[in-house]
């Protein structure tokens, strides 16, 4: 019984710290913010390959657009709503095990010709690798658009 106490309370200690801080998150300069050096975020304005993620790409209006994105993300699960504007929406995340939080932004251009280019960036709150999760939920959200 003794030897369990430690294990029980490091394992409290870690899992509290498993959402992490809110980061500071939007668009500043028509950019989202940059990833961290970590490889647990995907940007689609990101200049370096290892975190760089094609953009959406939609051909009706922005309305239009953010209309789709807005049911596809209430169609998916542990999803909560943090900010919809006009231009820019945030999400977040939760894993089901270990209740990781991940920061989820779609930022709306001014449309440049027939296409609309949704950017997204996805982050995860804590740890180092994600073993590719923010990569795939985006290309999960992009092939139901």
């Known amino acids: 019984m003794n030897k369990q106490i ?40 990101a200049a370096d390959e290892k975190h760089y993620i094609q953009p959406i790409h939609f051909t009706r209006t922005q309305q239009e657009a953010q209309g789709r994105l807005l049911q596809i993300l209430e169609s998916e699960q542990r999803t909560k709503m943090l900010k919809i504007q006009d231009n820019y929406i945030r999400v977040e995340f939760t894993s089901v095990l270990f209740r990781f939080v991940d920061d989820v932004e779609f930022y709306f251009p001014e449309k440049q010709g027939d296409e609309m280019i949704i950017h997204v960036r996805s982050a995860s709150r804590v740890g180092y690798s994600d073993l590719g999760a923010n990569r795939k939920r985006i290309e999960q959200i992009r092939s139901k658009f």
């Open 6 to 45: 430690p294990i029980i309370l490091v394992s409290l200690i870690m899992l509290t710290g498993c959402s992490g801080n809110i980061p500071n998150l939007g668009i500043n300069n028509d950019k989202l913010m940059p990833c961290p050096k970590t490889p647990n975020c995907v940007n689609s304005q």
